[in-house]
């Protein structure tokens, strides 16, 4: 591995030579490879126990993991633990089988059979059984056994194999010498001259560049320079550190902060979980509704509802007190399935005798937000109760629509039974409140109400934000129509007017309507709102359903608002996750503006610093990557990738001093993190310490000795 970017290759290649530099990059790179990550042995560990942790699960466990199970001090423990650690990974939780599991061992059979052959040792420890076990099967592969004056080299491409990679990338192998086995290829440490056979291109790039052309065609030069598919590469064959970086990635996946916060966030839902009995689909009411906030931020408000008050358990004190207990848990996944956030909140209250009374005759309701921006989602629901260990869970689909270029949306109708006003300082953090009103919604998306009632309803009227006094004088026409689906005849319709000056500056505009059924007789109905701009024949249109029923009122909720949500805004919670959104939508850019405000607000947040420097430090930006250092700083739990990021950036800045007080504090804390000394020894030998360099190298000695 390379600690620089863009220094060309003569000067490197003459670093090399120096004495002490070439000893510390061979054996750094020898850390980095297969044998650098395996366990320590551990003697104490019965056999069966030390295989599975140094062999089975030593590329997938976290430190965190690790760390737990070696201090366990049964067999009965390991057990558990063993059991524990592939339920969390099962894709299919309380499934009899593990997918997951199964996988991984046919990987590790599959590299024990294919890769061992030429490399002395099981297929599971080369570098290309590694690779298999950690990220699978590439979706292509290039192979060159025999092709003129090169080694035999391997090219494997992957893409969306995991959120902590880039897009696209390969990986590349080659046999070192022409023999033995397959290693992995560093566009810097091993640079394309070390593919070529013969005398002819040692120290030249360029001539390397030519040879490889000549002998397997343009793109496996261009891979020799870099292994990410959308990086641009140097005409003159500089080297790219995100290709070193990449491998870096690959060999410590599993403790990458992203992977790990997935781990333990499943391992926190697994052991809330494991005493309670799951029920699926009809004990819940869920419901739904896009918004926008005072700033034209839109949102997902929900409403989840236990179909009846006795689902609820609640506990006595004992003192004439009793308790209840429950936990909302609310998964995001993109509409393809992938994980992008998890909301998971405990809410738990005191009831006096007297409030228990009231409290039985209602059904518990949770209200709640999303920060979710434009685009279709899927929302994993569970809710528990500690007390009965039961747990519900349902799913839905969800679209926020983005705001039109021009005219208007309507994204929903909102049935509610109730309006208060709320504190303008609380409205944006308030679920279901808008324009310094909280409605509360009805109790299911599709209420049920009695003959003779009303129905009430608002809706969000969303359009481009501009000032208000440009509409002076225009105005929409809403119409309502009621009427029972595919029934002829019977449609009750009513019109309104709303002054278009009602748009606040973020071009929002809220509107409710109270409209009688006396007319209604029982059944299923529809109602459909249209809306268009006076003299403009684009309308818009919005349904929600509800039907009429002889006493079949829904029942009344005793709603809790979802807590700490202005804590989340404060600690820049609410603004990584909208962040999260983004970048799984693919929306690079709007996912950068939401993480750098999240680590603004708080400079502990590592997922917030690591996504922004790899974004920034991907564009070459490394005024931006220093500029956020200088304003965050790094924690004991920031990434390698990331810190070697950032003193790639001090040192194309121009200060190096900086680059080695950053990377010197850091091995204090880390003596085993190897490319870290790599870019603390070129760090020393740009400043033109030699000795330090040397010193650096001497360490890394001693390491490899332990």
């Known amino acids: 591995m390379r600690a620089t970017g863009i220094v060309g290759i003569s000067e490197p290649r003459k670093l090399l030579t120096r004495p002490g530099l070439a000893l510390t990059i ?8 297969a044998a650098g990550s395996f366990a320590q042995k551990n003697p104490k560990l019965p056999n069966s126990f030390r295989d599975w942790l140094e062999r089975d699960v030593t590329y997938i466990i976290t430190r965190d993991e690790r760390e737990q199970f070696l201090q366990l001090t049964t067999d009965d423990a390991r057990d558990q633990f063993i059991e524990r650690f592939w339920q969390v990974r099962n894709p299919d939780p309380g499934s009899a089988t593990n997918s997951y599991r199964e996988e991984i061992y046919r990987r590790i059979a599959f590299a024990n059979a294919r890769f061992g052959v030429g490399s002395g040792a099981e297929g599971w420890r080369s570098d290309r059984g590694r690779t298999y076990i950690t990220l699978g099967e590439p979706q292509q592969k290039q192979v060159y056994r025999n092709s003129a004056n090169l080694y035999p080299i391997e090219i494997w491409f992957y893409a969306n194999v995991n959120p902590s990679l880039p897009r696209a990338f390969y990986v590349m192998f080659y046999q070192r010498e022409g023999s033995g086995d397959y290693r992995f290829y560093s566009p810097y ?34 891979i020799s320079l870099s292994l990410l598919s959308d990086e641009p590469v140097d005409p003159n064959g500089r080297p790219s550190l995100e290709s070193d970086l990449l491998l870096s990635e690959i060999k410590g996946l599993a403790n990458l902060p992203a992977n790990r916060a997935d781990i333990a966030q499943r391992y926190s839902l697994r052991e809330n979980v494991k005493s309670r009995l799951l029920l699926e689909g009809n004990n819940l009411d869920v419901v739904t509704f896009p918004v926008h906030d005072s700033r034209g931020l839109s949102r997902l408000d929900y409403a989840i509802r236990l179909r009846h008050p006795t689902h609820l358990a609640v506990t006595d004190e004992q003192d004439g007190r009793y308790r209840y207990s429950a936990e909302v848990c609310v998964i995001v996944f993109t509409a393809d399935n992938k994980p992008v956030f998890t909301q998971q909140k ?21 209200l709640g937000t999303l920060p979710l921006p434009p685009g279709a989602y899927r929302l ?6 500690w007390s009965a260990k039961n747990a519900y869970h349902t799913t839905r689909e969800v679209t926020i629509p983005p705001t039109p270029q021009q005219g208007q949306i309507v994204p929903a109708i909102l049935p509610f039974t109730s309006a208060e006003q709320v504190g303008p300082g609380l409205a944006d953090l308030t679920p279901f409140a808008l324009a310094g009103v909280k409605f509360t919604p009805a109790f299911t998306a599709a209420p049920t109400l009695s003959p003779g009632s009303s129905l009430q309803v608002m809706y969000q009227i969303w359009a481009q934000p501009q000032n208000p006094q440009t509409y002076s004088g225009r105005v929409l026409e809403v119409e309502y129509a009621l009427g029972k689906p595919a029934a002829a005849g019977g449609i009750v319709r009513l019109k309104d007017e709303l002054p278009m000056e009602q748009f606040d500056l973020a071009g929002n505009m809220v509107n409710g309507k109270k409209l009688p059924l006396e007319q209604q007789t029982t059944g299923n109905y529809v109602l ?42 404060e600690t820049g919670i609410l ?36 996504r922004l420097v790899d974004a920034y430090f991907s564009q070459k930006d490394y005024a931006a990557v220093v500029s956020l250092y200088k304003d965050a700083g790094i924690t004991d739990s920031t990434d390698s990738p990331t810190i070697l990021r950032i003193a790639e950036s001090l040192r194309q800045k121009g200060d190096t001093s900086a680059a080695i007080a950053m990377l010197e504090k850091v091995l204090d804390a880390r003596p085993h993190e190897n490319a870290l000394y790599l ?15 040397t010193e650096v190298a001497r360490k890394a000695q001693a390491v490899v000795a332990q």
């Open 26 to 33: 061979s054996i750094l790179f020898f850390l980095t490879g």
């Open 189 to 222: 440490t091993d640079g394309p001259d070390k593919l070529v056979t013969g005398v002819e291109a040692v120290n030249s790039v360029s001539a390397a560049l030519r040879v490889i052309r000549t002998s397997t065609g343009p793109e496996v030069a261009r």
């Open 346 to 366: 405990t809410v738990t209250d005191i009831l006096s005798k007297k409030d228990l009374d009231r409290f039985k005759e209602k059904s518990f309701g949770y």
């Open 380 to 385: 994993d629901i569970q809710f528990t109760d």
């Open 528 to 569: 459909t709102l249209s809306l268009n701009e006076r003299g403009n024949n684009q309308r818009v249109f919005a349904t929600t359903n509800f039907r009429v029923l002889d006493g079949g009122a829904s029942p009344e909720p005793a709603d809790i608002l979802e807590p700490g949500l202005a804590e989340e805004a």
């Open 575 to 610: 603004d990584q996750q909208r962040a999260q959104c983004h970048l799984a939508l693919g929306q690079t850019n709007d996912a950068r503006v939401w993480f750098r405000r999240s680590l603004q607000l708080n400079h502990a947040n590592d997922l917030a610093r690591s």
């Open 679 to 693: 870019a603390l020894a070129q760090s020393y030998w740009e400043s033109g310490n030699g000795a330090k360099a």
